[in-house]
């Protein structure tokens, strides 16, 4: 007797014959007693569709309209699966956020959840049902709809398997596990049999769109294994979790990662004095705007000035662009600069720790490959550098090329 979370991502529903093909592998591998709940994401490439739609209305693609729109695409997953398992003979019942009881932060588009109250779920599977929610969407204390973050389907399925103490949470996708890099960018890229949390949640973070990072730190926290495998063959994925067993450390590096959602913004020529930093950020903290790298210099040429480089995410350069209006009047900015052209491209794993060499490895073929590297940042277990969009996936070909070698 298990209790078990499915998470089958959009391009896993895309179709009814899909959604068919789920409920005939999900019955057949539920035992006598089994209790399922199955998350699921909106059908394909329906929430970047919605996306498009808002476009033609406004430029302003944010905010609680947003969200009324995009949890629409789940909506029509769960009713429709649910009919799936009813058509063949299994009691389901499809719940929203809000109705299995995802309570989350007002901040809208990326809600964070803050309570899980499961009882409904847990009463209708004790009733005998099969219970379809759907991901990425949850209810603020107002009763506004709120969707958790691109990708977030991922960290609905966990915190669900944490909420209701599920033995695993399997994610089913379009690819067969998490791989050394992204298999569609690298195909020599192979498997990797087991990862820590954290090893993970740095590589979802840098850029592997395979988690959300928001779902590997919902599992780290309540201790759920994450399952993630393929939703279109039997074979084993790969398992997330605190400790990994027996893993040989053949590779320094555990994997290479890259994000072309990248913003650079450089604010030139403000002064060099306490309290400048702090107001631009303290700005884009207000407006909910996460920054990343940082670079500050100070001119060597003009005294009592400084240059404040740093990054976000490309999609929130438009909320970004009024901050950044006000911080050019208010400080006497000279200039903002702007790139969106930019990634970043990053190594990964824990092994890195007490080797030097894993650094230099990594400038060196980029140099040797001529790319340029704008910005360098270290954690205890990752290296991200900044460059170009127009190279980052030679970039992480030729990173893993020398890492992993050309097998
Ligand atoms: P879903 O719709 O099922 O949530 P996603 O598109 O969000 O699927 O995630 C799966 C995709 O993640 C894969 O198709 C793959 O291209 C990408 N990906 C990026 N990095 C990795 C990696 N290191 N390992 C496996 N897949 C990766
Ligand atoms: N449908 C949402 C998205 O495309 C959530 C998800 O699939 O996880 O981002
Ligand atoms: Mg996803």
């Known amino acids: 007797m298990a209790l078990i979370v499915k998470k089958f991502g959009g391009s896993s529903v895309a ?21 399922i709940v199955i998350v699921v994401s909106a059908m394909g490439d329906t929430t970047d569709d919605l996306v498009s739609l808002a476009k033609q209305i406004t430029t302003k693609t944010y905010g609680r309209e947003m969200d009324m729109l995009l949890s629409t695409g789940e909506q029509v997953s769960i009713a429709l699966m649910a009919m799936a398992f009813e058509a063949a003979g299994q009691k389901a019942i ?36 099969v219970v379809v929610v759907a991901g990425f969407q949850g209810i603020t204390g107002h009763g506004d709809i709120t969707t958790l973050g691109r990708g977030g389907s991922d960290t609905t399925a966990v915190a669900i398997a944490g909420a209701i103490h599920a033995d ?34 740095e590589m979802a973070k840098l850029g592997a769109g395979v988690m959300q990072p928001r779902a590997v730190e919902m599992g780290s926290r309540f201790n759920v294994p994450i399952h993630v495998r393929s939703t279109f063959t039997e074979d084993e994925g790969t398992i997330i979790q605190e400790v990994c067993s027996m893993e040989i450390k053949q590779y320094l590096i555990h994997g290479v990662a890259s994000d072309k959602n990248v913003a650079k913004i450089t604010v030139l020529g403000i002064p060099n004095k306490p309290g400048y930093a702090y107001k631009i950020f303290a700005e884009l ?37 009024s901050v950044l209006e006000h911080i050019r009047s208010q400080m006497h900015a000279e200039d903002i ?48 550098c900044l460059i170009g969009e127009e190279c980052v996936d030679k970039a992480v070909k030729a990173i893993h090329d020398h890492f992993f070698g050309e097998h």
């Not at 089913?172 to 954290?198: N, S």
């Not at 190594?347 to 360098?376: K, Q, R, S, W, Y």
């Open 15 to 35: 179709t009814p014959d899909k959604m068919r093909a789920i409920v005939q592998r999900v019955l057949k591998g539920k035992k006598e007693g089994d209790q």
């Open 94 to 129: 499809s719940l929203t956020g809000a109705q299995a009881g995802i309570r989350t932060s007002d901040a809208f588009n990326k809600g964070r959840i803050l309570e899980m109250e499961p009882d409904r779920i847990m009463e209708a599977l004790r009733d005998g049902n």
């Open 168 to 201: 695993v949470c399997e994610i089913y996708t379009d690819v067969d596990g998490v791989y050394t890099a992204d298999p569609r960018v690298v195909p020599t890229a192979h498997k990797i049999k087991e990862i820590t949390y954290g090893e993970m949640l």
């Open 285 to 321: 903290a207000e407006k909910n705007i996460d920054v990343d790298m940082i670079v500050q210099s100070v001119r060597v040429a003009k005294e009592g000035v400084t240059d404040i480089t740093f990054t976000i995410a490309g999609t929130e350069l438009p909320e970004a662009m």
């Open 337 to 384: 600069l702007i790139d969106k052209n930019m990634a970043k491209v990053s190594v990964v794993g824990a092994g890195m720790a007490g080797h030097p060499g894993i650094a230099a490895g990594m400038f060196g073929v980029l140099g040797d490959n001529g790319v340029n590297i704008e910005i360098i940042s270290t954690s205890e277990i990752s290296i991200t």
